[in-house]
C-alpha cells in the first residue's frame, strides 16, 4: 500500500515548511528561531528563514565546523574524487546573518522553549527546526556495531569514514577479497550501493589485478 505521494513533492513540501510560520514570528521584535543540523536540509532552512526574514534572529546547530556532503563521496573511495571537495564549511551561512553554534542537541523543553546542548548551554527559541540527518541500526548485522566501525567502516555517512574505506581498500593486497553489505531498504539514496560496487570494481580492475 503506498501513500500516493511522490518524492518531489514530499521535498517540495519539506522546502516550504520553514517558511509557514514566518509571519508570526517575523511580527514579534527579536523573534528566535534554532535549526538542529548542519547538513543540506538545516542549512537550507536556516538560509530560507533568514532570507525571508531578516528580523528574526537565526541560530543553526552544526554537530562539526564543516560539512561532509554523502552525495558524490563514492567518487574519494573509487579513487576520482577529493575528501577535500566533498566538505564544505558555513562561513557562506555567517555572512547571510545565521550565528553559527558548534555542538550537539541534546534535549528539547517544548514548554519552556528551550533546546539544551551537549555543554550544557541552553538556548530559548521561538520556532524550533530539526533537521538531524540519518541515524544507523546497528544491529542489522551480526557482529558490526558502533564500536567496529574503526575496523569495518560503512562510510554511509561521508567524511572519517569515506577516508577510511578508500585507505583500507589501497591497503588490500592483490587478488583479496572485498564484501559489501546492502543495507536494508527503504534507503535515502537506492544507487548508492550500485555506483560504490562499480567503482571499487573499477578500481580493483584498474589498481589490483
Known amino acids: 500500500m503506498t501513500s500516493g ?22 511580527r514579534a521584535k527579536g523573534g528566535r528561531v534554532v535549526v538542529v543540523g548542519g547538513g543540506f536540509g538545516g542549512s537550507a532552512a536556516a538560509r530560507t528563514i ?8 537565526v541560530t543553526l546547530i552544526a554537530r562539526d565546523t564543516s560539512f561532509v556532503c554523502c552525495p558524490g563521496s563514492n567518487t574519494v573511495i573509487g579513487g576520482f574524487g577529493r575528501i577535500e571537495d566533498q566538505t564544505v564549511g558555513y562561513d557562506a551561512l555567517a555572512k547571510d546573518g545565521v550565528t553559527i553554534i558548534t555542538g550537539r542537541a541534546e534535549a528539547v523543553d517544548t514548554d519552556a522553549r528551550t533546546l539544551r546542548l551537549a555543554d550544557g548551554s541552553v538556548l530559548p527559541y521561538d520556532k524550533l527546526v530539526l533537521s538531524p540527518g540519518i541515524g544507523f541500526f546497528w544491529d542489522e548485522v551480526e557482529g558490526v556495531s558502533a564500536a567496529t566501525a574503526g575496523r569495518i567502516p560503512h562510510a554511509w555517512q561521508a567524511g572519517e569514514q569515506t577516508v577510511l574505506l578508500r585507505r583500507q581498500l589501497e591497503a588490500m593486497p592483490d587478488g583479496g577479497t572485498f564484501a559489501l553489505v546492502a543495507p536494508v531498504g527503504p534507503l535515502r539514496c537506492p544507487p548508492a550501493v550500485g555506483e560504490r560496487v562499480s567503482l571499487i570494481a573499477h578500481y580493483f580492475k584498474t589498481a589490483k589485478p
Not at 533568514?50 to 534572529?57: C, D, S, V
Open 5 to 26: 505521494w511522490s518524492r518531489r513533492t514530499v521535498l517540495g513540501l519539506i522546502a516550504t515548511a520553514p517558511t509557514l510560520a514566518l509571519p508570526g514570528i517575523a
Open 50 to 57: 533568514k532570507r525571508l526574514a531578516p528580523g528574526i534572529e
